[in-house]
């Protein structure tokens, strides 16, 4: 899980244009505790999200997670694109 969640951390991060590197990054050694932050760190659709916080156990949480994570971070890296946020910053033009 936390490997998992470092993957995923790192890729919103390149993919945000941000250096990053989760070597530092701490996470709550209790399974519990640690299954609902990766839950609310998570950005999904709330519906998805409360889908899992929803789970009725700790390890059915965490391997749903992990799932969610997976599947994330390769749809993250997948995109060839980031965002053109320069263009925000320019002034409003017709053409």
């Given amino acids: 899980m936390r490997q998992a969640f470092a993957r995923y951390r790192d890729a919103l991060l390149h993919a945000r244009g941000v250096p990053g590197d989760a070597a530092g990054l701490r996470l709550p050694p ?6 609902y932050a990766v839950a609310a760190a998570m950005v999904l659709d709330l519906p998805d999200k409360q889908q899992l916080l ?3 156990d700790t390890a059915g949480r965490l391997r749903a997670e992990l799932v969610v994570l997976r599947r994330e971070t390769a749809m993250i890296r997948g995109l060839a694109m980031r965002p053109a946020v ?3 910053r320019l002034p409003y033009t017709a053409n």
């Fill in 30 to 35: 209790d399974p519990l505790v640690l299954s």
């Fill in 54 to 56: 929803a789970s009725p």
């Fill in 86 to 88: 320069e263009f925000t």
